[in-house]
């Protein structure tokens, strides 16, 4: 039986790395969660991997993220060919000053936001359960700011289900870089799934999918 693509379901032609490969050191990449998936949900959204790489580095105190920052993410920018790269990061930025000195504050864009993590959301589903999401995805986090989401009233509300004892925690190879922990209620039409994800041990990010009558049909 052939392979289906994580996210929709089509013939799989290539394999998606949960998440992106690129965030984790070159020496540091076994044991790494992978799904199939086809050439629009793989190489057609590659370049989100790319710009969410340089946000979640940036957003860490974390060693791994400084190092790879310092090292890979800044020496890609700064190729020629990076120049839509570097215009995608810097879109919407204001001038700020830090300790007398002036630096950038980055906007990040909720659209592109949205989706890098969806695709890690599906991904982890499509590990977890052997089959596509049925519903729609959402995602938050406190370190990419959305002046239209309370922040504090949504962790209030997830964190029962984080500390339930149904909840689940993985075993991944990578925890320091990347390592998540799930809830799931319902079957079918009643299905909801919430995971909590931690990028670089600081970057914490919720993602949630439920399934509606709607949806289902």
Known sequence: MKATCYWCGS???????VPSRSLFPAQRRKD????????RHNEDLSRHDELFRFYLQAASPSPDAFALFSDKTMRSIER???AALVERIFAGSEPAFVEGGETRALKVDPKRQGLYFEKVIRGLYFHIFDRTIRGTVA???PL????????QNL????????????AIEPNVGQPEIFRYRYFR????????FLVWMVFYGSVPVVGMSSVSKEVSK
């Open 155 to 166: 962790l209030a509300k997830f964190s029962k289900y984080h500390d339930s004892p149904r």
């Open 144 to 151: 990419f700011t959305n002046p239209e989401i309370n922040y």
């Open 32 to 39: 790494l969660i992978t799904v199939p998936a086809c050439t």
């Open 185 to 192: 209620e319902g079957e079918g039409e009643s299905e909801c």
């Open 80 to 82: 020629p060919q990076s």
């Open 11 to 17: 013939p799989a032609e290539s394999v998606e790395h």
């Open 139 to 141: 995602s938050f986090s």
